[in-house]
């Protein structure tokens, strides 16, 4: 059993990719790993241009590159990585992002001196620029999920609600204990991601890091923030491929799955009702060419 299997999902992000790989292979040190890539059906290559960029890594045993010929959604696509997985670790990473220290081993050895209660972690993310992603969050309730859906946390955003959802005052420099983080970056014990039976297939894209969260709290496992590494995310290169109504709707029907399932089925219905209404926000957005913040950005 290796000590962790990193498992990235990519779609059409072949450039970003390589340079993640580069980025792993350069600084990863004194630890038993390997990289599983899932491809999504990328058009621009990928699969081609990792196993000619990568050779020598592919036969070292370091990279296994999925060509799945289909798109799988991030959720699937994770699943399909985790069946190739034989690790005591597995962290689910973006493809769009790059390490500038052996940040794997650093994280090995910060969860193996932390109790089993444990199971999730993230450390932290930055922009290209040097500005910290705010990649923790608490968990969703219905007047959040609404509001969201109006865009009112655009205007509200320094709200006691909004600051206690966004946590738009925590100590990046310091480690906690959070109730969600972001799937770009997550660290989790290979026993209890496939215990749980992976990631929940009812997702397509969007809210499935939302849901694995709520399941670790659900269970009364824990989830920690360390500021013990730091890495580089391009953020939603992969998303901002598609369209922005097109995103909507596709964020939209994930905070559906998710409100039909942990709420009661009067807050679902508001949500349901108010889903409509963020479309027609969206139609606003691209008519008059609003460029949309990222989701780390508060």
């Not at 969860?111 to 444990?118: R, W």
């Not at 999920?145 to 609600?161: A, M, Q, R």
């Not at 990631?199 to 670790?216: A, G, P, Q, T």
């Not at 009067?266 to 990222?294: E, N």
Request: net charge positive.
């Amino acid at each position: 059993m290796r000590d962790l299997d990193t498992i990235i999902v990519t779609w059409n992000v072949s450039s970003l990719l390589i340079k993640n790989l580069q980025s792993i292979f350069n600084f990863t040190k004194n630890l038993d790993y390997k990289v599983i890539v899932v491809d999504n059906n990328s058009s621009d290559n990928t699969v081609f241009l990792l196993k000619e960029n990568f050779k020598n890594e592919i036969n070292r045993g370091l990279l296994e590159v999925l060509d799945t010929k289909k798109n799988n959604g991030f959720s699937l696509g994770n699943n399909i990585g985790i069946k190739k997985s034989d690790s005591k670790y597995i962290l689910f990473m973006n493809p769009d992002m790059e390490i500038t220290e052996n940040t794997f081993y650093k994280m090995f050895n910060f969860m193996e001196d932390k109790e089993k209660d444990i199971v999730l972690s993230t450390t932290k993310l930055k922009y290209k620029e040097g500005d910290i992603q705010h990649n923790v969050k608490g968990l969703p309730t219905p007047i959040i999920n609404i509001c969201v859906l109006l865009k009112l946390h655009h205007l509200f955003s320094k709200t006691k609600l909004f600051k206690k959802y966004f946590l738009s005052d925590f100590d990046y420099s310091k480690e906690s204990k959070v109730d969600q983080i972001m799937g770009a970056f997550i660290f989790a014990r290979s026993n209890f991601i496939k215990n749980i039976g992976g990631w929940n297939l009812d997702y397509f894209l969007w809210w499935e890091d939302v849901d694995l969260c709520k399941k670790v709290y659900d269970l009364g496992k824990k989830i920690i923030y360390t500021p013990t590494s730091e890495v580089i995310h391009y953020e939603g290169r992969s998303f901002n491929q598609v369209e922005s109504i097109k995103k909507q709707k596709r964020f939209n029907k994930g905070m559906k799955i998710y409100s039909k399932k942990y709420f009661s089925k009067i807050p679902y219905f508001f949500i349901y009702i108010f889903s409509f209404i963020s479309i027609f926000l969206s139609f606003l957005v691209k008519i008059f060419k609003i460029k949309p913040r990222g989701q780390g950005k508060i």
